[in-house]
């Protein structure tokens, strides 16, 4: 059984670019949500997708979207990228359907921006 | 605003001692409290979970204690061993399955 994969695994981006970010839950799961996590910081909540749709979003400006496809799987994307936006990028998946508080992370994608 | 304490200096303990982590969070009423750990580069790893109506859990050598009066949750590693290095992460949810992360404390275990 897989669990959270997610990809690219490291991706070095100049200011200004776009990027985007992917996961696939662990099977079974329904629910994706996606952290930011600095350099010596706890991850930070991005946003949550359950049932394609947006469910909760954290303090994170607009350049951040997402997208959450039919088989559950889900995107990051990020646009007009900062240097402040280098971090580890943290994607977690769970099961609301069932009320399962717990989260099954991936080893994230390492994004660095110059 | 909501606050999730976790001490920032590393924890330094001797092979076989037991290592205490504490959580300590402000203007929060979690429904629960979820501890991971994390190693360099990698995901969080869920380790245990606790109700706020829960006063204390256990898993093999982990035990973890929840106060809501003190606002505090403590984590025990019994029997340290070099593998239980880490980073531990601690995490408090309200209820909506959306869980908060403190920003983690480092223990280093020594052989």
């Known amino acids: ?114 | 605003s909501q606050k999730i304490e976790q001490n920032s200096e590393a924890l330094n303990i001797q092979e076989g001692k037991t290592a205490t982590l504490t959580c300590n969070y402000t203007n929060y009423s979690p429904a629960y409290l979820q501890w991971y750990r994390q190693d360099p580069g990698r995901g969080p790893v869920f380790l245990l979970l606790i109700r706020e109506n829960e006063k204390e859990k256990r898993k093999e050598r982990l035990k973890v204690t929840f106060d809501t009066t003190l606002k505090q949750s403590l984590f025990h590693i019994t029997a340290s061993q070099p593998a239980d290095s880490a980073t531990y992460l601690c995490a408090l949810d309200g209820g909506s399955y959306i869980p908060t992360f403190g920003r983690g404390t480092s223990l280093i275990v020594h052989p």
């Open chain 1, 1 to 114: 059984d897989a669990g959270v994969t997610q990809s690219p695994t490291h991706l070095i981006k100049t200011r200004g670019q776009q990027v985007t970010l992917r996961c696939s839950p662990k099977s079974g799961h329904d629910t994706v949500s996606w952290y930011q996590q600095a350099l010596g910081q706890g991850p930070q909540f991005i946003f949550q997708y359950y049932e394609e749709e947006e469910r909760q979003r954290g303090n994170f400006p607009d350049r951040f979207s997402g997208h959450q496809f039919p088989n559950y799987s889900s995107e990051l994307n990020v646009n007009a990228l900062l240097l402040g936006d280098s971090a580890l990028y943290l994607c977690a998946s769970s099961t609301l359907r069932v009320n399962n508080e717990k989260l099954f992370f991936g080893s994230g994608t390492q994004l660095s921006v110059l």
